[in-house]
Each structure stands twice: as C-alpha cells, then as structure tokens.
C-alpha cells in the first residue's frame, strides 16, 4: 500500500532553516509527480511545491519562491523541501503527497517558526 512518511520537521528562528523529508512507499516514486502542501491552524491547506517525475520542472506557491527548494531522490524513493529564511507565517503541519487514482498524504510534519 502506498505509505508517505515526512520528517524533518520542528521549532526553528525566524530567519532560520529546516530541511522536510518524505519517505514514500508502495508505488512507482521515480514515475510519480511529487509534492508538499501545508495547513496553518484555522486554515486550509496550499500547495506549497510540487516536482516533476525527473526533477527538472518544480512549482512554487508565491509565498515561498526564492526561499524554498523541493528536490527528490528517486534512488532513494525520498522528496525534500529545504526551507530557508523561515517566517513565522510559514508555521504549519507540512504534508507531501502524491496523486495515483486518489491523492495519498503522509502523517504531517510540524513546523513552528517564533522567537
């Protein structure tokens, strides 16, 4: 069965980095588009990026363009969001999830930016 485990997540300064990862299970990776959306208390959850099978063609939401980077690994079945110059508007669960007849989504992974 399709299985996504994100990690990577936690409490970081404004103006600091934190790198997500998301182990996936269970399906073809290196085939399948890939991406990271996020949910803020309260609120609904966005896509924050998303990347192709081979990784040449990425998307971001506005929000995080120029400060986040989603990447993957098809060796090792992982995608990556390297998160710099945090904000604390950024704090959220963060979720990857991939698209096969229905959308899989992983646990979540907490991310809090303060001071």
Known sequence: QV??????GGL?????SLRLSCAAS???FK?????????????????V???STGGRSTNYADSVKGRFTISRDNAKNTVYLQMNSLKPEDTAVYFCMVRRVVDYWGQGTQ????S
């Open 3 to 8: 299985q996504l485990v994100e990690s990577g």
């Open 12 to 16: 970081v300064q404004p103006g600091g």
């Open 26 to 28: 269970g399906f073809t």
């Open 31 to 47: 085939s399948s588009p890939m991406s990271w959306y996020r949910q803020a208390p309260g609120k609904e959850r966005d896509l």
């Open 49 to 51: 990026a998303s990347i």
């Open 111 to 114: 991310v809090t930016v303060s």
